[in-house]
T-cell receptor
Framework: GEDVEQSLFLSVREGDSSVINCTYT??????LYWYKQEPGAGLQLLTY?????DMKQDQRLTVLLNKKDKHLSLRIADTQTGDSAIYFC????????????FGTGTRLQVFP | GAVVSQHPSWVICKSGTSVKIECRSL??????MFWYRQFPKQSLMLMAT?????????EQGVEKDKFLINHASLTLSTLTVTSAHPEDSSFYIC??????????FGQGTRLTVV
């Protein structure tokens, strides 16, 4: 199957770290992505990781990949109110880097 | 990152009419663009892959005669929703890739059919 699962909702206090989790099923995925969607807007590519890596850091964002467990996470350090949005993970369909399978999305709410 | 622009951002149309949505890559050429549909509070579902100069590839369950896709140039793909009905109301998003593995998304088009 091609199910990509995420928890639906996460609420954190401003300044804390947020960790958004994702599980996927296609072990042959080449790349895994994190996208951010604000209300009524399109998707913004945050970061991606190649499947042979286990970690990638980009400023406040840290992506961890456990390929054995097919688990992907996105950690946002020093979470700000502007980070409130829906976060989607996505996997490529096998070696086809053109086709993305999206997760169910996690709504992150940051409160002061 | 690269910029993908969609037009219009939102549209309201009457049942039975057709609506065209444009997706443009502004600062790069895209041989392949993708059209997604998103229902409220749900994930994105790939509808079709749009290939420049050739026919689009539709996902299973997507009616190709209802959702017409044209990719006339390396910077423009259009999605036409023909004979729209209220159940076609949704958020439609396109994406394009300038170079793998990054894909960039348009801002989306909210279609409401009344």
């Amino acid at each position: 199957g091609e199910d990509v699962e995420q928890s639906l909702f996460l609420s954190v206090r401003e300044g804390d770290s947020s960790v958004i989790n994702c599980t996927y099923t296609d072990s042959s995925s080449t790349y895994l992505y994190w996208y951010k969607q604000e209300p009524g807007a399109g998707l913004q590519l945050l970061t991606y990781i190649f499947s042979n890596m286990d970690m990638k850091q980009d400023q406040r964002l840290t992506v961890l990949l456990n390929k054995k467990d097919k688990h992907l996470s996105l950690r946002i350090a020093d979470t700000q109110t502007g980070d409130s949005a829906i976060y989607f993970c996505a996997e490529t369909q096998g070696g086809n880097t053109d086709k993305l399978i999206f997760g169910t999305g996690t709504r992150l709410q940051v409160f002061p | 990152g690269a910029v993908v622009s969609q037009h219009p951002s939102w549209v309201i149309c009457k049942s039975g009419t057709s609506v065209k949505i444009e997706c443009r890559s502004l600062d790069f050429q895209a041989t392949t663009m993708f059209w997604y549909r998103q229902f409220p509070k749900q994930s994105l579902m790939l509808m079709a892959t749009s290939n420049e100069g050739s026919k689009a590839t539709y996902e299973q369950g997507v009616e190709k005669d209802k959702f017409l896709i044209n990719h006339a140039s390396l910077t423009l793909s259009t999605l036409t929703v023909t004979s729209a009905h209220p159940e076609d109301s949704s958020f439609y998003i396109c994406s394009a890739s300038s170079q793998e593995p990054e894909a960039f998304f348009g801002q989306g088009t909210r279609l409401t059919v009344v």
